[in-house]
């Protein structure tokens, strides 16, 4: 299906598991249980995994990062290679002992995600922008150069 801008979305990009499918892979980093704070039952993962939405266009890959109640200094991005993460702390509301929660579905705490890029990208040409709880990144994707050798 097309979108705006000319961006594709494919279907098989991303699966809840975080398992591998198609070109693009996601997984939860879960090296995060330090930044964790929240009340959680035992067994349950320390660290939750905020949605995403990955577009394509023919230059640059954009990621739709959802990060509702997050403020700038609660997020942290960083780009390895074609590794990008997507990683902070949402603080927990409540969470004094003052206050019994009786439902508690919105996430808080130590939060990551890994998104592994099908292509290579250009590190020094990406841009971030986060506005109402959505952290937009764009990825510029690199070119492969195509150019005459001349044989002597």
Request: charged residues 25%.
């Amino acid at each position: 299906m097309e979108l705006q801008n000319g961006a594709n979305y494919k279907s098989d990009i991303l699966f809840p598991s975080g398992e591998p499918m198609g070109k693009l892979s996601t997984s939860t980093w879960t090296g995060m249980a330090e930044l964790d704070d929240s009340p959680r039952r035992a067994g349950e993962p320390p660290v939750w995994a905020p949605t995403a939405d990955v577009l394509e266009t023919p230059d640059v890959y954009i990621l739709e990062v959802e990060l509702p109640g997050m403020t700038l200094e609660d997020v942290n991005v960083e780009l390895d290679g074609s590794e990008l993460r997507v990683f902070g702390k949402l603080p927990c509301r409540n969470c004094d002992g003052s206050i019994e929660h009786l439902v508690m579905e919105r996430s808080c705490g130590g939060f990551a995600r890994t998104f592994f890029l099908p292509g290579k990208v250009q590190a020094g040409d990406v841009s971030a922008r986060f506005k109402d709880g959505l952290l937009v990144l764009t990825v510029r994707k690199d070119k492969p150069v195509n150019r005459s050798i001349p044989v002597d």
